[in-house]
């Protein structure tokens, strides 16, 4: 008080200044009291007779107390440094400077005071941070840490995929002869082979392209990284509040300045209306309609506006700006050296699976009751590994890290890197599990048998016979005990429950492209969350807030990835649907003994004559006269048992997949299936009857691929149609090969082409109506028009 009432008196006395100089020595003075790091004598007695006894404690107590605290003090951490001083800064403009502001602004106290603090700690928060990266030899660990980080990515991102060979099984860790055994369970069936999975687990763990060699280890480079965000982000506090707190010394210095400024301008309008009083009409008749000259006062105020704007209390970029974006570059560097490897050691996790490596998915309603499920009996619950969620919690953990330190420069770096490293080396490397998974459920060779269910299990066994050396051999030797046919039932029981599982995990690989754009989906909405809670807008900010945008194609690529793997998977089950699409159109003749003879796909009774109980099954033939229509329709059709054997063959894989991942291979098969049978209904001649029996047949069809599609937008014959062209053409052929004469079929043709869901050809057109055996080959080319050739 005693200071602001004197204050005002200084400026009259020419003291100003002094007042000033006096003032910043005394805040010096309190500024490294309060700073000081030095560490207490321990030697020396601690004297508790001056502290506060606080109620219950003894003398001895206190005295333990204080001593504990002294031992902390000399054993403080570099953020703990950086955390007393900034904390005594930021405390010591808080307290003192409204006060110098009121008294010793007019003679910009205020101003030197803030240069005066941010000297002070920034001279000392530069020495520490300058001396840590000295001691710990930082720039050296980031070169090394560069070098493990480009050897990572060498092994899991390059184009051949070959850069890890020499680790004994490249980018799955393993001998690939051994991949059936492990995926359909061996590898952890007993202790024995449990314990080898981990002995082997650990030593590819140990193949870390150098990083524990280098860098160090995982817990200790996490824990040297959470300390340096540490001091990023105390120094990035105190960086925004010195700033707030120039800012608003500056609008202070406006203030007042535009109090001066109002308080001449009355003055003058006080002594204008003065001086008309006294002088007005000399002052009327001397007036011009020229403009006045600027007054002396008004110029005064002009060079005042002039000298405020050039005035700069702190600069731009200064010494602990320049420090904390060194610390920042190479914090990123070493955060994306870690991040890889974490990724790495959840790679090498997922190649050697146990049951705890595979989840069921959660995402979506993937275990819905709108899918029926011929195989199980329900609808299984897809599988994915936990590759996918070790994976993005290491990136979002390490960016989030980043983005806690306040900095935007270190925080667009862990952004780009988090990009980065998702969108390269795990796209990368969950493409190629994928294309693992493609071989391993391939029909007749892989895990999935040709079409019979009842072959599933032997096709498996011929797989992990042909590649895995010892393949299936152990699940005998396990099953023994017994007698020698029941050790062979159990055998094949066992066998069949291990092909389940081995689908199921091969499943997983697809499953985990599909989880992983979704949660990657989500992390990019939690990372913008992050931003607008934490940055305040500006334009780095919005800079940042683009990085993180870049995971949108991320997303996308993980789709596209998706994608092409359900393709590759179709194009290496649609040969043997196509096969079992040429066995069914062709004639057959079904056994009369057994209970697959005596029943059909649905559960009923087929038809049976003579005294030989032998079933009849017809095969694809359209010319149908009433006494075979009337066969056709008691007996059991070539669509039946076509669907029956496309059934067996990839339900088991369908119903372990996502819904999505199942409706894209239902199509895929179906539209393989659809083109194959329309090239066998183009060699068949029609009837009438004949062409009620396709419309019978294709309705057959499209109500299997509804009844196993989960989507519900594809639940109708329009979508489903819209989604499958080839299917579609079916559909136009049966509703064409349908017509009751040739004028109907022009009319449906121009109708179905306005409504935009005609694709046949004219020729196309012609080609099917010539093999309605009741219409005239010359009557449907004039009625087309076209041209005979």
Same mark, same amino acid.
């Given at each position: 008080a005693g200071l602001s009432e004197l204050t005002p008196l200084l400026a009259m006395l020419d003291m100003a200044e002094l007042g000033v100089k006096l003032y910043l020595e005394y805040s010096q003075s309190c500024l490294c009291a309060a700073m000081n790091l030095e560490p207490p004598d321990l030697s020396a007695p601690i004297d508790v007779s001056n502290m506060p006894r606080e109620e219950g404690m003894s003398r001895a107590a206190m005295r333990? =107390?204080?001593?504990? %605290?002294?031992?902390?003090? %000399?054993?403080?951490?570099?953020?703990?440094? *950086?955390?007393?001083?900034?904390?005594?800064?930021?405390?010591?403009?808080r307290h003192h400077l409204p006060m110098v502001a009121y008294a010793l602004g007019e003679a910009d106290g205020d101003a030197a005071l803030v240069q005066l603090v941010h000297v002070e700690a920034e001279k000392r928060s530069v020495d520490i941070l300058r001396e840590s990266m000295v001691e710990r030899e930082l720039g050296r660990t980031v070169r090394r840490a560069e070098v493990v980080a480009t050897k990572v990515e060498g092994r899991y991102a390059s184009a051949s995929g070959k850069s890890g060979d020499e680790l004994d099984g490249g980018m799955f860790g393993m001998d690939e002869n051994n991949i059936a055994n492990v995926i359909m369970g061996l590898g952890g069936g007993g202790d024995a082979a449990g314990t080898d999975?981990?002995?082997?687990?650990?030593?590819?763990?140990?193949?870390?392209?150098?990083?524990? @060699?280098?860098?160090?280890?995982?817990? $200790?480079?996490?824990?040297?990284?959470?300390?340096?965000?540490?001091?990023?982000?105390?120094?990035e506090s105190y960086e925004r509040f010195i700033r707030h707190a120039v800012k608003e010394v500056i609008k202070a210095r406006k203030l007042r300045r535009e109090q001066k400024r109002e308080e001449r301008r009355r003055l003058r309008e006080m002594e204008d209306a003065r001086n008309r009083d006294d002088g007005g009409g000399?002052?009327?008749?001397?007036?011009?309609?020229?403009?006045?000259?600027?007054?002396?006062?008004?110029?005064?105020?002009?060079? $005042?506006?002039?000298?405020?704007?050039r005035i700069e209390i702190l600069p731009p970029h200064t010494a602990l700006n320049e420090v904390a974006a060194e610390i920042g570059g190479y914090?990123?560097? *070493?955060?994306?050296?870690?991040?890889?490897?974490?990724?790495?050691? #959840?790679?090498?996790?997922?190649?050697?699976?146990?049951?705890?490596?595979?989840?069921?998915?959660? @995402?979506?309603?993937?275990? /819905?009751?709108?899918?029926?499920?011929?195989?199980?009996?329900?609808?299984?619950?897809?599988?994915?590994?936990?590759?996918?969620e070790e994976c993005l919690f290491a990136a979002r953990r390490s960016t989030l890290r980043a983005f806690a330190t306040g900095h935007t420069g270190t925080a667009s770096a862990a952004a780009n890197v988090c990009v980065d490293v998702l969108g390269r080396v795990l796209l990368e490397v969950l493409t190629r599990r994928a294309e693992l998974g493609v071989s391993l459920v391939k029909p007749g060779e892989g895990l999935l048998g040709d079409g019979d269910q009842s072959n599933l299990g032997a096709a498996a066994f011929s797989f992990a016979k042909s590649t895995a050396g010892k393949g299936l051999r152990g699940v005998q030797a396990r099953a023994g005990g017994g007698k020698v046919g029941d050790a062979n039932e159990e055998s094949a029981e066992e066998l069949h429950r291990r092909t389940v599982l081995g689908v199921a995990r091969a499943a997983a690989n697809f499953n985990d492209l599909e989880v992983v754009a979704d949660y990657t989906k989500r992390l990019e909405a939690n990372f913008l969350k992050e931003i607008d809670a934490g940055y305040p807008n500006a334009r780095d900010t919005e800079q940042l807030r683009m990085c993180v945008k870049g995971l949108s194609g991320v997303v996308e690529s993980f789709t596209q990835a998706s994608r092409r793997s359900m393709e590759e998977?179709?194009?290496?089950?649609?040969? =043997?649907?196509? %096969?079992?699409?040429?066995?069914?159109?062709?004639?057959? $003749?079904?056994?009369?003994?057994?209970?697959? /003879?005596?029943?059909?796909?649905?559960?009923?009774?087929? *038809?049976?004559?003579?005294?030989?109980a032998k079933a009849t099954s017809t095969a694809l033939d359209y010319n149908l006269d009433d006494a075979a229509f009337e066969l056709s329709q008691i007996s059991e059709g070539y669509i039946g048992r076509m669907c029956s054997s496309l059934d067996e063959l990839i339900e088991p894989l369908r119903v372990h997949l996502l819904p999505k991942l199942a409706d894209d291979l239902m199509i895929g098969i179906l539209g393989g299936?659809?083109?194959?049978?329309?090239?066998?209904?183009?060699?068949?001649?029609?009837?009438?009857?004949? #062409?009620?029996?396709?419309?019978?047949?294709?309705?057959? +069809?499209?109500?299997?691929?509804?009844?196993?599609?989960?989507?519900?937008?594809?639940?109708?014959?329009?979508?489903?149609?819209?989604?499958?062209?080839?299917?579609?053409? +079916?559909n136009q052929i049966t509703l064409l090969m349908n017509v009751d004469d040739l004028e109907d079929a022009l009319d449906l043709i121009s109708v179905s082409k306005r409504k935009g869901n005609w694709d046949l050809k004219l020729d196309d057109a012609k080609t099917l109506l010539s093999l309605r055996v009741d219409f005239e080959g010359a009557k449907v080319n004039d009625l087309l028009q076209v041209d005979e050739e």
């Amino acid at each position: 008080a005693g200071l602001s009432e004197l204050t005002p008196l200084l400026a009259m006395l020419d003291m100003a200044e002094l007042g000033v100089k006096l003032y910043l020595e005394y805040s010096q003075s309190c500024l490294c009291a309060a700073m000081n790091l030095e560490p207490p004598d321990l030697s020396a007695p601690i004297d508790v007779s001056n502290m506060p006894r606080e109620e219950g404690m003894s003398r001895a107590a206190m005295r333990r =107390r204080a001593e504990e %605290q002294v031992r902390a003090q %000399q054993n403080q951490s570099v953020p703990m440094k *950086l955390a007393r001083i900034y904390n005594a800064a930021v405390t010591h403009i808080r307290h003192h400077l409204p006060m110098v502001a009121y008294a010793l602004g007019e003679a910009d106290g205020d101003a030197a005071l803030v240069q005066l603090v941010h000297v002070e700690a920034e001279k000392r928060s530069v020495d520490i941070l300058r001396e840590s990266m000295v001691e710990r030899e930082l720039g050296r660990t980031v070169r090394r840490a560069e070098v493990v980080a480009t050897k990572v990515e060498g092994r899991y991102a390059s184009a051949s995929g070959k850069s890890g060979d020499e680790l004994d099984g490249g980018m799955f860790g393993m001998d690939e002869n051994n991949i059936a055994n492990v995926i359909m369970g061996l590898g952890g069936g007993g202790d024995a082979a449990g314990t080898d999975i981990v002995a082997r687990r650990n030593a590819a763990q140990r193949e870390d392209c150098g990083f524990t @060699i280098e860098v160090g280890n995982l817990s $200790d480079v996490d824990a040297a990284l959470e300390e340096w965000a540490l001091c990023m982000q105390h120094t990035e506090s105190y960086e925004r509040f010195i700033r707030h707190a120039v800012k608003e010394v500056i609008k202070a210095r406006k203030l007042r300045r535009e109090q001066k400024r109002e308080e001449r301008r009355r003055l003058r309008e006080m002594e204008d209306a003065r001086n008309r009083d006294d002088g007005g009409g000399e002052s009327a008749l001397l007036g011009s309609p020229t403009t006045p000259r600027k007054t002396a006062a008004e110029n005064e105020e002009e060079f $005042d506006d002039e000298v405020e704007e050039r005035i700069e209390i702190l600069p731009p970029h200064t010494a602990l700006n320049e420090v904390a974006a060194e610390i920042g570059g190479y914090y990123s560097s *070493l955060e994306r050296c870690l991040l890889l490897a974490s990724l790495q050691r #959840a790679f090498v996790h997922a190649n050697f699976p146990d049951d705890s490596t595979f989840t069921e998915v959660a @995402i979506g309603n993937s275990s /819905g009751g709108a899918h029926n499920s011929y195989y199980h009996g329900r609808r299984a619950a897809p599988l994915q590994t936990n590759l996918v969620e070790e994976c993005l919690f290491a990136a979002r953990r390490s960016t989030l890290r980043a983005f806690a330190t306040g900095h935007t420069g270190t925080a667009s770096a862990a952004a780009n890197v988090c990009v980065d490293v998702l969108g390269r080396v795990l796209l990368e490397v969950l493409t190629r599990r994928a294309e693992l998974g493609v071989s391993l459920v391939k029909p007749g060779e892989g895990l999935l048998g040709d079409g019979d269910q009842s072959n599933l299990g032997a096709a498996a066994f011929s797989f992990a016979k042909s590649t895995a050396g010892k393949g299936l051999r152990g699940v005998q030797a396990r099953a023994g005990g017994g007698k020698v046919g029941d050790a062979n039932e159990e055998s094949a029981e066992e066998l069949h429950r291990r092909t389940v599982l081995g689908v199921a995990r091969a499943a997983a690989n697809f499953n985990d492209l599909e989880v992983v754009a979704d949660y990657t989906k989500r992390l990019e909405a939690n990372f913008l969350k992050e931003i607008d809670a934490g940055y305040p807008n500006a334009r780095d900010t919005e800079q940042l807030r683009m990085c993180v945008k870049g995971l949108s194609g991320v997303v996308e690529s993980f789709t596209q990835a998706s994608r092409r793997s359900m393709e590759e998977l179709i194009s290496v089950i649609l040969p =043997r649907a196509r %096969q079992i699409v040429n066995e069914s159109v062709g004639p057959r $003749d079904g056994g009369g003994g057994g209970a697959q /003879g005596a029943s059909n796909f649905l559960g009923g009774p087929v *038809l049976t004559g003579g005294t030989a109980a032998k079933a009849t099954s017809t095969a694809l033939d359209y010319n149908l006269d009433d006494a075979a229509f009337e066969l056709s329709q008691i007996s059991e059709g070539y669509i039946g048992r076509m669907c029956s054997s496309l059934d067996e063959l990839i339900e088991p894989l369908r119903v372990h997949l996502l819904p999505k991942l199942a409706d894209d291979l239902m199509i895929g098969i179906l539209g393989g299936v659809s083109k194959r049978l329309e090239a066998a209904i183009r060699k068949s001649k029609f009837t009438p009857l004949g #062409a009620i029996s396709l419309d019978s047949d294709i309705r057959y +069809l499209m109500n299997f691929a509804k009844d196993r599609i989960d989507s519900p937008e594809l639940k109708s014959n329009v979508t489903l149609c819209r989604a499958c062209p080839s299917l579609a053409r +079916l559909n136009q052929i049966t509703l064409l090969m349908n017509v009751d004469d040739l004028e109907d079929a022009l009319d449906l043709i121009s109708v179905s082409k306005r409504k935009g869901n005609w694709d046949l050809k004219l020729d196309d057109a012609k080609t099917l109506l010539s093999l309605r055996v009741d219409f005239e080959g010359a009557k449907v080319n004039d009625l087309l028009q076209v041209d005979e050739e």
